[in-house]
């Protein structure tokens, strides 16, 4: 190729460069998922779950539930993942705490060689000396060099520490899940014990009663009754039904949701263990003023707002320092192919200096919103801890009523269980036994599950208190720890809790996080 047919080559190559580039950024556009990847990725989630949650070996007990909510509960994982992320990010903030260590080539090309002339300085006329050519048509620039900024040093270090701030942050608001997990598989467990207890009674109590609803019905046709009596045995009897299939569907979902919380496949048939001993927890004795002192020092969402205010402060701090000049040390190596110069490479250090002095118009305003900023957080977490000494007493409130009702509930069943065993000794002699043994047994099934009821409540009450207090077993990493290993410390977490164990000192913070 001759030069002049380079030359137009060059730039009609670039023009279809960029022609080609253009198009294909303009031909993205929104591409929806279809059914089959929805499905597929819902396949391979479902494989996934199910491979990552071993199956059941046998009876479940509470100890075990938690145990198996803390390691196998999406939500909760999802916690643990964000408080491991919050870490990745505290790692790569330390190294911008690095000077920036630069390493660079470029190479340049030209068709035409650059012909400069001169002028005198002296007379501003042309020189009488010819053009003068001081590069090549085509080199290559190499440099590798070490910068530093102080000002940006200063500002890494404040959202360093931010986001350590933000590590521990994350650290309560994954405790804060557990507790609330713990809670909720406490009085979920509950109610899927009672309808445990109580299916097999329930249906048969059900077929007993449609079973005397037909022959009512047949009795109402050959009119061995009046019309007014075997209506109203129709309709005590409708009604005895009603309230059992009602309390079948409310006993179903409690099994659905529990299996839900532990991550167990849909449907999958497991049996509970009722635990030994007496079911009630004791009344709680240790003083408010003590309960309050435990709930500030660990509850999760006032250990957040600490947290947030450190961050404040050192929001602050940046905004500060983002006022003062910059001044920033470089030093480096340079090289050249250039076959013009002397020198085809070089070391080069230098120190430079700026300001925006401008900055000095905006600092009271800059500082001012920053000092409100800062005064802000420290109202939150006052307003957090009133509310936290509140949630105190009324967690304390609920627990005691939630225990007397659960008292009398028991007592309540206990009542029907004997009318029960009454109405089977005398069904036989009066007109309308089978009725009053059906009522009796549906009666007897119904306190039966309210005492179940009222059990799960006292429990979430006692929950909510934990909650409230911050406490929560003292576990490792729950992905490290066997299942076996997390069950023996939750059941041993159990005790300690039902006899009302308060630690001496809060909740450690995480050893890789910092202030």
């Given amino acids: 190729m001759t030069r002049t047919s380079r030359t137009s080559a060059l730039p009609l190559a670039l023009t279809l460069l960029a022609a080609t580039l253009v198009g294909s950024g303009c031909a993205i556009t929104p591409k929806p998922l279809g059914s089959e990847e929805i499905r597929q990725a819902a396949d391979a989630d479902s494989a996934r779950s199910k491979t990552e949650t071993p199956a059941l070996n046998g009876p479940l007990t509470l100890s075990e539930a938690i145990a198996r909510g803390l390691k196998y509960n999406l939500d909760h994982r999802m916690r643990l993942m964000e408080q491991s992320y919050s870490l990745g990010q505290l790692d790569v903030a330390r190294f911008d705490l690095l000077p920036r260590l630069t390493a660079g080539a470029d190479y340049s090309s030209r068709d035409r060689f650059n012909v400069a002339r001169a002028v005198d300085s002296v007379t501003g006329q042309p020189s009488l000396a010819n053009p003068y050519i001081s590069s090549d048509k085509s080199h290559t620039m190499t440099e590798f060099g070490l910068a530093w900024n102080v000002l940006d040093f200063g500002l890494s270090y404040y959202n360093a520490m931010q986001q350590a701030n933000r590590v521990l942050i994350a650290t309560e608001r994954r405790r804060k899940a557990t507790h609330q997990l713990i809670q909720t598989i406490r009085g979920t467990y509950w109610r899927a014990l009672s309808a445990q207890k109580l299916r097999d009674e329930v249906r048969e109590t059900l077929a ?55 991550n167990l496949p849909a449907g999958e048939s497991y049996t509970l263990v009722e635990p030994a001993g ?82 000095l118009l905006s600092a009271p305003a800059v500082k001012d919103l920053a000092e409100q900023g800062e005064q802000l957080s420290e109202f939150r977490r006052m307003a957090v801890q009133m509310a936290i000494v509140t949630q105190v007493h009324l967690a304390l409130y609920q627990y005691e009523g939630a225990r007397l009702q659960y008292l009398r509930a028991d007592r309540i069943w206990g009542v029907d269980s004997r009318m029960y065993k009454l109405a089977n000794v005398t069904a036989a002699a009066e007109k309308d036994g089978r009725l009053y043994q059906i009522s009796s047994r549906t009666a007897a099934i119904l306190s039966l599950l309210r005492r179940y009821q009222a059990l799960s409540t006292m429990h979430a009450a006692s929950g909510r208190l934990q909650t409230t207090l911050g406490l929560e077993p003292q576990v490792g990493s729950v992905n490290e720890m066997s299942l076996e290993a997390l069950t023996r410390v939750i059941e041993q977490s159990l005790g300690d809790w039902q006899a009302f164990t308060l630690p001496a000192a809060p909740a450690a913070a995480p050893e890789r996080a910092t202030q």
């Fill in 278 to 359: 007496d079911l009630s927890l004791d009344p709680i004795k240790v003083p408010a003023e003590r309960l309050e002192e435990v709930a500030i020092g660990n509850n999760a969402d006032l250990r957040e707002q600490h947290y947030n205010v450190r961050i404040a402060a050192a929001e602050t701090r940046k905004s500060l320092l983002k006022l003062l000049p910059g001044v920033s040390f470089n030093y480096g190596y340079r090289g050249d192919t250039n076959s013009y110069l002397i020198n085809n490479d070089w070391r080069e250090g230098g120190v430079r200096v700026s300001w925006n002095l401008l900055n």
């Fill in 208 to 262: 007993e009663a449609e079973d005397a609803l037909k022959k009512a019905e047949i009795l109402e046709e050959e009119r061995v009754k009046s019309p007014s009596e075997a209506l109203r045995y129709q309709r005590a009897l409708l009604e005895n039904l009603r309230t059992l299939e009602s309390i079948e569907q409310e006993l179903s979902l409690a099994r659905v949701e529990l299996g839900g919380l532990l």
